[in-house]
């Protein structure tokens, strides 16, 4: 199946969200000074937040850095060819250093609109919420050398890491008896069942539901390689 374009650049766009983060942490401790006075009270121990999944490591080198608990969101991503929206990221424990940008924890949620998943299927695929939270896929397709519009109706699930929409009515707009006939062959034409290619190591999808404006993913794992070294 063609890889789902819309899924790398959710991924994309969280790395350098994550990146731009730790950048801006590294930098204002770089810049700036503790403040001290001789009628200061000593700065409180930080106590470690009860999300916190370990320690800070004990081994960081001088040209690494650690974060602690992240929690990253954009309302909406602008690309070339496409939009993300509701973009949610939450994770604990990125250590960036000479084997790249990892992340100990990560948790992903992303709404992939109807439009780029319906680019995957080709043609003029048209891809919406359903009745029952279901996914409903209309497209026109050349059925012994006439032109057919099918909608089909379907469940979404995740199955081994795929993301899958299994039609469970096809509807061809003719006699119910040739429309029967018909739907085992156009049945793959309006099934999606596609991997999100270009994840980050070790962030699998989890589950997926519909929404109104598209597909929300949400993906996790643990030692996420966001960049590799």
């Not at 063609?2 to 350098?16: E, F, H, N, P, V």
């Not at 924890?105 to 109807?114: E, G, N, Y």
């Not at 043609?123 to 279901?134: C, M, R, Y």
Request: charged share 20%; net charge negative; aromatic share 4%.
């Amino acid at each position: 199946m063609t890889r789902s374009r819309a899924a790398d650049w959710a991924i994309g766009a969280l790395g350098m969200l994550l990146l731009l983060t730790m950048a801006a942490v590294v930098l204002w401790w770089v810049v700036s000074e503790p403040t001290t006075g001789p009628s200061e009270a000593p700065s409180p121990t930080p106590v470690a937040s009860s999300t916190s999944m370990d320690a800070p490591p004990t081994d960081l080198g001088k040209d690494e850095v650690w974060l602690g608990d992240m929690d990253v969101r954009a309302d909406i991503v602008v690309l070339p060819d496409s939009s993300l929206s509701d973009v949610e990221a939450t994770g604990y424990g990125a250590r960036s250093g000479p084997g790249g940008l990892i992340v100990k924890r990560l948790d992903v949620q992303a709404t992939v609109p109807f439009t780029d998943v319906a680019a995957q299927l080709g043609g003029d695929t048209q891809v919406s919420p359903g009745p029952d939270g279901q996914a409903r896929i209309e497209r026109t397709l050349d059925v012994l050398g006439r032109q057919v519009t099918v909608v089909a109706t379907g469940t979404v699930e995740v199955e081994n890491g795929l993301l899958v929409v299994e039609p469970l009515f096809i509807d061809l707009g003719g006699p119910d008896v040739t429309s029967r006939a018909l739907a085992a062959v156009v049945r793959k034409f309006v099934t999606i069942e596609q991997p999100i290619e270009g994840l980050p190591q070790n962030l699998i999808l989890r589950d997926v539901t519909v929404q109104e404006d598209g597909f929300r993913a949400d993906l996790s794992g643990q030692n996420v390689v966001l960049a590799e070294g």
